[in-house]
């Protein structure tokens, strides 16, 4: 606290100005951009970009995890277009077989 009056109005402005001065800004945007771009990566292979993208932009590497522990996203209806969870053998919204059923069924 060097130069700074601790009985000034401005002294902790001047001291948060004097903490941001020893940040490394370069290198903060570049590890930022590093955590988006494996972020993004996780989501793509997941089904789940522009989400774990947003989770490693706010996050950083507790994004990554924290896209890793969130389950994937359901697979939707190829009639409907809802969202089914994969014990469904038959849509709950429009009534027609999924899918994954039926080729499990015939290959019985």
């Not at 995890?65 to 994969?86: D, E, F, K, N």
Request: aromatic share 14%; proline share 8%; glycine share 10%.
């Amino acid at each position: 606290m060097e130069g700074i009056d601790p009985e000034s109005p401005d002294a902790s402005y001047q001291l948060f100005l004097r903490l941001m001065g020893l940040v490394d800004w370069w290198l903060l945007f570049w590890l930022t951009l590093g955590c988006i771009a494996v972020g993004g990566l996780i989501g793509w292979k997941r089904g789940t970009f522009w989400r774990d993208v947003a989770f490693a932009a706010a996050f950083g590497p507790f994004g990554w995890i924290l896209s890793w522990l969130l389950p994937p996203p359901l697979p939707p209806c190829r009639h409907c277009g809802r969202s089914v969870t994969a014990k469904q053998n038959f849509c709950a919204h429009c009534g027609k077989p999924i899918a994954s059923a039926v080729a499990t069924n015939s290959s019985r």
